[in-house]
């Protein structure tokens, strides 16, 4: 099972950057997308990026022009480069993926939701 862990959330001012990393405990080669999230309190959690295996990307209207997704294959963790960040941008954000079990020698079995804990940004003065 394939567990997903977040870091790099903190405190940042309005126009500032932060790197969000999220770590995978396994392989993420097979993983045909992996997404960020983000909840704040009182909303509804929404999709903020993701990225195929292929690494076609895409990204909510709001964080557009602003947020990169990408990933490494080879250390099996997506990041989220936040630039400009806004007072709204302020949630938790949780990587998410799809994690398919097998392998490509013996066959693929069912996929998986995996789900982070999450990691805290806030863009405040």
């Known amino acids: 099972q394939v567990q997903l862990v977040e870091s790099g959330g903190g405190l940042v001012q309005p126009g500032g950057s932060l790197r969000l990393s999220c770590a995978a405990s396994?392989?993420?080669?097979?993983?045909?997308?992996i997404d960020w999230y983000r909840q704040a309190p009182g909303k509804q959690r929404e999709l903020v990026a993701a990225?195929?295996?292929?690494?076609?990307?895409n990204y909510a209207d709001s964080v557009k022009g602003r947020f990169t997704i990408s990933r490494d294959n080879a250390k099996n963790t997506v990041y989220l480069q936040m630039v400009s960040l806004k007072p709204e941008d302020t949630a938790v954000y949780l990587c998410?993926?799809?994690?398919?079990?097998?392998?490509?020698?013996?066959?693929?079995?069912?996929?998986?939701?995996?789900w982070g804990q999450g990691t805290q940004v806030t863009v405040s003065s």
């Open positions: 998410h993926a799809k994690i398919p079990t097998g392998d490509s020698r013996t066959g693929w079995g069912p996929v998986y939701d995996s």
């Open positions: 396994g392989s993420i080669v097979s993983v045909n997308a």
């Open positions: 990225i195929t295996s292929g690494g076609r990307t």
